[in-house]
């Protein structure tokens, strides 16, 4: 069997992505034994002049992490996407935006004023010095997933995505036996059906958070109040967060039958919240719980600003100058 | 390539963490006219940290960096125990410790054998799809290959163990950590450790071997020709043992002597910072010595963090057989401070050494196993944590308002620390390369390899406001009412 030639890029990410290929330990050595790689700037030494060279299509796979957050981004995505017969995508900031995707919460301007300051200390996209010209990427006005700019065959959700179902997929690479296109490498359910703290659905008086109490480490942690995202998290990791003893922030999107991750936890906790009877007279007491939710964008969009169907009507809601 | 040529791109570069590119420049007579080291990302902590909730900073800021995930959540814990005025309980402290060191002595590992070391185990020359963790595996047999995969597990093992997941961890409170580890986690880090650690004394063993008796290397490190004479910072403890976790500050002139030593969160006052419009990351120096350009010597106010810089400002490592290694380095530069470049590899190296010897000496504690992992906290404000990455010195500086939301975050990252010297270096090295109008691409390497000396970050280097202490005014009207907030 010829050998896969297979390429691994990252775009907007922490090289995180890049480091969970390695967590499989030895059976990278398989890849190594089983696999051509084209490219993998984080390990190996080609350039993009290499991969322009590539004929369409010669690389089999792509695994691609990294949100499209400058125009850098979205030009070697194009690239790959006519390089590669298959390409993955690869990681939240890929699948649904990550946490970088909070950025788009902000105006571009409005980013570059806190990094930089004022406007005459900004970077440019083109610069002069002493006849040397030197070009910057534009910072796009906002951050995309990888399936915005291009089209993607496979998903492989979590941040990173968990060691397990790395080993499945590069096995499947290997093999040449890949799945049917549009195949999310992950469960098709939720976290809490792999999760093993004890469920009751107990009303929630009143919400926790993680350094405000010791969690039961035997019983769910919404339940005890705490705001896990697992109901409206898909699973494969094996909650492991849960397990140590810190809720789900949903780093692996939502589940495959709900479009809206946040929405889908609000929804949860609107029906778990409880203040005494049930009924009219205790709705505002009820929204009261809801209310103790400090950070609604940072917990129920957390990974998933950028896709959420909210989209930039919080901007202006989550603009922290209303802080006070 | 060996037609007269004006300008040559290096893009991206490779083997680090991040995207940056070098861009190389000829004058007319064929000579080199500058080179850049060009950072083309941003992302935007800075600004979408704002607004979170305090305890979520350690898993949000974690993501800045993939590969030292670690050292940001751990800054990050430290900055909320001080926004929280809650140190941990010695149990805590303790399992924070023994990850950390797991994740430097990884981290380490990581960077000889999969990123920087494959251009002197396989070869400065090798064909380029050879210089790689793979071609690593090919040049020093199977069996030492899994070796090198294994102990990379031990560390990601041990991190995991105690933060729960092998990258991005969760464990980290302020005042304390979620979650212990069970008797049979501890012996199985025990004997991970025991094996870290002649892991590591065999890695320096290579490293003599391959590199230090290697022609390339030894020109490198022991030549005149990439000694950058910068000041060093980095943390120590009491006895001025280099830290990982925990210090002070110290900072030495290019000679040696001190220049301050300072309680980390009082570092903000040493150091300005300065934009420039041909790259997304910003560029520290000393303030009171002064921005002289990119330039070396006691009067640039260029300084060094890192391994490196780590070396240079300790008195002693702290750990037997990493303090025998330290001392022969020394006695071969004929004491330091040491400022060849490519001795980067090696202090990295001895550091791995004594971040394995620390966690065998930290499992063996029995304070991991019992006590509470949580102490009571006060009310949230304004807190400051400063840790080693393995890169170098890191700090967190949040404002949290009354109900523990970021007011305002302030990150000064470690490679950013050593953007002006990575300038400095490849520009050295680029002049070195570039002759009569002509480059070997062969040769292009080099210039690569005299930035992988230091490990760099890119990922992390675009997200910090080094230097700019959060400030906010309020411009209220007659009514009271906040009419207008200014912050930097």
Not at chain 1, 25 to 41: C, F, H, K, S, Y
Not at chain 1, 210 to 221: R, T
Not at chain 2, 192 to 212: D, K, Y
């Amino acid at each position: 069997m010829p050998k896969a030639k297979l390429g691994i890029y990252w775009a907007a990410a922490c090289g995180g992505c890049d480091c969970s290929i390695l967590e499989i330990n030895e059976q990278i050595l398989d890849v190594a034994a089983g696999a051509e790689i084209l490219l993998w700037p984080c390990a190996a030494d080609a350039k993009y002049e290499d991969l322009r060279n590539y004929r369409n299509g010669e690389i089999d796979i792509v695994l691609f992490n990294g949100a499209i957050r400058t125009e850098e981004n979205r030009e070697i995505a194009e690239l790959i996407r006519a390089k590669a017969k298959y390409l993955v995508a690869y990681g939240s900031c890929a699948h649904t935006g990550g946490v970088i995707g909070l950025a788009n919460l902000s105006e571009r301007d409005r980013i570059f004023e806190t990094v930089y300051g004022p406007r005459e200390r900004w970077p440019r996209t083109e610069s002069s010095l002493d006849g040397c010209v030197l070009r910057l990427p534009a910072f796009r006005t906002q951050l995309t997933p990888l399936s915005e700019a291009v089209d993607v065959d496979f998903t492989v959700p979590g941040c990173p995505p968990p060691r397990e179902i790395v080993r499945e997929l590069l096995t499947a690479v290997l093999s040449g036996d890949l799945p049917p296109r549009g195949t999310v490498f992950a469960s098709s359910k939720n976290l809490c059906e792999e999760c093993p703290r004890e469920r009751t659905h107990e009303r929630i008086g009143r919400i926790l958070r993680p350094h405000e109490a010791e969690p039961d480490p035997e019983k769910c942690l919404l339940d005890q109040g705490f705001v896990c995202m697992g109901p409206a998290t898909r699973g494969g990791c094996g909650a492991v967060c849960p397990a140590a003893n810190m809720p789900c922030t949903g780093c692996a999107g939502p589940t495959a039958d709900v479009p809206d991750q946040g929405a889908a936890m609000l929804n949860t906790l609107a029906s778990l919240v409880g203040a005494g009877e049930e009924g009219e007279t205790t709705m505002a007491d009820e929204d009261a719980v809801l209310m103790q939710i400090e950070d609604i964008i940072g917990t129920f969009y957390r990974f998933g600003a950028a896709t959420s169907i909210l989209g930039r009507r919080y901007r202006e809601r989550a603009n922290p100058t209303d802080l006070d | 390539m060996n037609e007269r040529i004006r300008q040559i791109s290096i893009d991206p570069i490779t083997r680090l963490e991040g995207h940056g590119r070098i861009e190389i420049f000829l004058d007319e007579d064929g000579g080199l006219a500058d080179a850049f080291f060009q950072i083309p990302e941003l992302r935007g902590f800075e600004e979408f940290c704002r607004g979170r909730l305090g305890e979520d900073m350690p898993q949000i800021t974690e993501r800045i960096c993939g590969v030292c995930p670690e050292a940001h959540h751990y800054a990050s814990v430290k900055a909320l125990d001080a926004c929280y005025g809650a140190a941990p309980p010695p149990r805590a402290r303790a399992l924070r410790e023994l990850l950390y060191n797991a994740y430097t002595f990884s981290d380490h590992l990581l960077h000889f054998y999969y990123l920087g070391g494959p251009d002197f185990l396989v070869g400065p020359y090798a064909p380029p799809q050879e210089r790689n963790i793979l071609g690593v595996v090919g040049k020093v047999g199977l069996e030492l290959g899994k070796d090198v995969i294994r102990h990379r597990g031990y560390g990601q093992r041990i991190i995991e163990i105690i933060g729960g997941r092998p990258i991005h961890p969760v464990t980290g409170l302020p005042g304390g950590q979620s979650k212990g580890i069970t008797a049979e986690e501890r012996d199985e880090i025990r004997s991970m450790a025991a094996s870290a650690v002649e892991f590591a004394t065999a890695t320096l063993e290579i490293f003599h071997r391959a590199l230090l008796a290697d022609e390339t290397y030894h020109r490198f490190v022991s030549g005149s020709a990439h000694v950058l004479p910068l000041y060093s910072m980095g943390l120590v403890d009491a006895e001025g043992a280099v830290s990982f976790y925990d210090g002070d500050v110290r900072i030495v002139a290019p000679d040696g002597a001190e220049y301050a030593r300072v309680a980390a969160a009082d570092v903000l006052s040493l150091i300005e910072e300065r934009t420039e419009p041909w790259t997304y990351v910003k560029i520290p120096y000393l303030k009171d010595v002064g921005w002289k350009g990119f330039a070396a010597g006691p009067d640039s106010g260029v300084y060094r963090v890192g391994p490196l810089a780590r070396l240079n400002v300790c008195r002693q490592i702290g750990t037997p057989r990493a303090q025998a290694e330290y001392e022969r380095y020394l006695d071969f530069f004929g004491g330091g401070p040491v400022h060849a470049t490519f001795a980067y590899h090696w202090a990295r190296l001895i550091e791995m050494l004594s971040a394995a010897e620390r966690v065998a000496t930290l499992a063996d504690d029995d304070v991991l196993m019992s006590g509470p992992l949580r102490s009571p906290l006060g009310a949230p404000g304004r807190g400051v944590g400063v840790i080693e990455a393995a890169r170098g010195v890191l700090i967190h500086d949040y404002d949290l308002d009354p109900r523990g939301r970021v007011r305002s975050a302030n990150l000064i990252v470690a490679t950013t620390h050593n953007v002006a010297a990575i300038s400095l270096s490849i520009k050295e090295m680029a002049k070195e390369v570039v002759r009569d109008g002509r480059v070997d691409p062969e040769l292009l390497n080099l210039v690569e390899m005299s930035f992988r000396n230091y490990d760099p970050c890119l990922a992390c280097a675009t997200h910090a406001l080094p230097g700019e202490m959060p400030l906010v005014i309020d411009v209220r009207g007659p009514d009271g009412r906040v009419q207008e907030r200014i912050e930097r």
